[in-house]
């Protein structure tokens, strides 16, 4: 079992920015992907952006050149910079571990993001 918390949501006004973290409870040892869900009022779930246990990074059209993925394994933590934000990024932000080898996928709870003036 793997848990995960993420933090670092809030309010920011358009053109500011956050930085969120999700913590794992332990180590990834496999080929994993981790990474950042998104859920906006009405909307389906879409993805953010994920990071393999290799280091490559995708992102979601409308986020690219403003969101940084990233992963500090030492601190078994990974990172979504989020800068340039606009009033389309409120959602609640959910980030995940996705074990290859396994076929598990672990979930952390959400943490809102609200973009406002």
């Known amino acids: 079992q793997v848990q995960l918390v993420a933090s670092g949501g809030g309010l920011v006004q358009p053109g500011g920015s956050l930085r969120l973290s999700c913590a794992a409870s332990r180590s990834i040892f496999s080929i994993n992907t981790r990474g950042w869900y998104r859920q906006a009022p009405g909307k389906e779930r879409e993805l953010v952006a994920s990071?393999?246990?290799?280091?490559?990074?995708n992102y979601a059209d409308s986020v690219k050149g403003r969101f940084t993925i990233s992963r500090d394994d030492a601190k078994n933590t990974v990172y979504l910079q989020m800068n340039s934000l606009k009033s389309e990024d409120t959602a609640v932000y959910y980030c995940?571990?996705?074990?290859?080898?396994?076929?598990?996928?672990?979930w952390g709870k959400g943490t809102l993001v609200t973009v406002s003036s």
């Open positions: 995940y571990v996705r074990d290859v080898v396994r076929g598990m996928k672990y």
């Open positions: 990071i393999t246990s290799g280091g490559s990074t």
